[in-house]
Each structure stands twice: as structure tokens, then as C-alpha cells.
């Protein structure tokens, strides 16, 4: 079974600039969560999807992060414009129920110079 | 109050010895616990999860939670060069499906 998919694995961009990263959870699994990390932290959750619902997004900065789930299977996240300390690394996870395992993907490390 | 703290530094332990962990919440209604390995550079990767007061074994690893006291703990037999990580603790705080993370401890096991 292929696990969560996320594409760039790096991304190197200027402050102001745009960036979008991409997610693919594991086939069936109808929730997924977008995590920020720091360096030296654990991960923090910015937002949560049931099926194509944002269900929390408590802590999602909405004046520039967006994200979206079309058709309740990939999902996008994106930062516009990007500021220094965007620089983190973006955690997509999935599970098939809201009581059920997370499972992570690799990340994308994302630099804002 | 953090909602998840692992405040112990960077834990050395010689291969063979039983490394041990300790976590708190502040979140008494979380009915959930988990612990996450994550290799230098890599992603979460759960290992084990509990959700009632006691222990919880599955092969060289324990996981004991204490509602009352509101800790979870994990405990590493036998360490291997392998073990070497972070080890994050996360909850449920509320019993809803957030996951709360701690910030993680670093576990070295010296050969």
C-alpha cells in the first residue's frame, strides 16, 4: 500500500514569493491534516479535512495560508506571500476516521530566503 | 501550560539498556496517547499507542499511561543504534482527533 504522497520534498524561494505544496493521502483515508514543524519541535497542526470539509482550521493564518480538497482526495496548501519564518517543514498526514492512526508523509522543507 | 511537555534534554543510553521517557498533558479529558519515532530528516512514524491507565507491551517497547497523574511514559528495552531519534508524544486533547505534540526528546544509543 503506498503511503501519503507530498510533493516539492524541497522548495527554496524569496519572502513575498508564492509556494504551493501538494499532498496525496493514502488510498481511502478520508481525513487529512496539513502539520507545520519547526526545527527542535514537534508537529502543528494548521488545518484538518473530512472528506473535502475543513473541519479545523483553528489555526491555519488565513491572511496568507490557503488550502483546498477538491473532490475529497488531494489537497493543496498554499502560502502567499511567503515570510521568513514560513521556513519549516509542511507534514501532510491521513487517516481513515477521526479516531484512527495518523500516518505522515515525508514533508516538504521549505526555505524562504 | 503547554498542552504536551517532554522537558527532559537529549538522553544517551549504551546499547542493551532500557531508555526511558516521560511525557505530561494538561488536557485531562485526552483519550488518546501516542508515541512517534522520527529520524533526523524523515517523518513521524508511530510506534505505539495506549489509551487506558496501565502498560502496554509490544516488543521491545512499553508504553504506561496514567490518567490520574496525567503522564505517559515509554520505555525502551534492550536499545539498539536503531533507537537512536526523537521520540514525540502526542495527545488528543478533549478526545477529539487533534493531535497535541510535544516538542520531542532525542534518544542516542551509544554502541
Known amino acids: 500500500e503506498a503511503g501519503v504522497v507530498q510533493s516539492p520534498r524541497y522548495k527554496i524561494i524569496e519572502k513575498k514569493q508564492p509556494v504551493a505544496f501538494w499532498c496525496n493521502p493514502i488510498?481511502?483515508?478520508?481525513?487529512l491534516y496539513w502539520y507545520l514543524q519547526n526545527l527542535g519541535q514537534g508537529p502543528e497542526l494548521l488545518i484538518r479535512y473530512e472528506n473535502e470539509e475543513a473541519v479545523d482550521d483553528s489555526q491555519l493564518p488565513k491572511d496568507r495560508f490557503s488550502a483546498e480538497r477538491l473532490k475529497g482526495v488531494d489537497s493543496t496548501l498554499k502560502i502567499q506571500p511567503a515570510e521568513l519564518g514560513d521556513s519549516a517543514v509542511y507534514l501532510c498526514?491521513?487517516?481513515?476516521?477521526?479516531?484512527?492512526?495518523?500516518?505522515f508523509g515525508p514533508g516538504t522543507r521549505l526555505t524562504v530566503l | 501550560q503547554k498542552e504536551v511537555e517532554q522537558n527532559s534534554g537529549p538522553l544517551s543510553v549504551p546499547e542493551g539498556a532500557i531508555a526511558s521517557l516521560n511525557c505530561t498533558y494538561s488536557d485531562r479529558g485526552s483519550q488518546s496517547f501516542f508515541w512517534y519515532r522520527q529520524y533526523s530528516g524523515k517523518s513521524p512514524e508511530l510506534i505505539m499507542f495506549i489509551y487506558s491507565n496501565g502498560d502496554k507491551e509490544d516488543g521491545r517497547f512499553t508504553a504506561q499511561l496514567n490518567k490520574a497523574s496525567q503522564y505517559v511514559s515509554l520505555l525502551i528495552r534492550d536499545s539498539q543504534p536503531s533507537d537512536s531519534a526523537t521520540y514525540l508524544c502526542?495527545?488528543?486533547?478533549?478526545?477529539?482527533?487533534?493531535?497535541?505534540f510535544g516538542k520531542g526528546n532525542q534518544v542516542v544509543v551509544i554502541p
Open positions: 488510498s481511502g483515508h478520508n481525513t
Open positions: 502526542a495527545v488528543t486533547p478533549g478526545g477529539n482527533n487533534r493531535l497535541a
Open positions: 498526514a491521513s487517516s481513515s476516521g477521526i479516531t484512527d492512526t495518523q500516518y
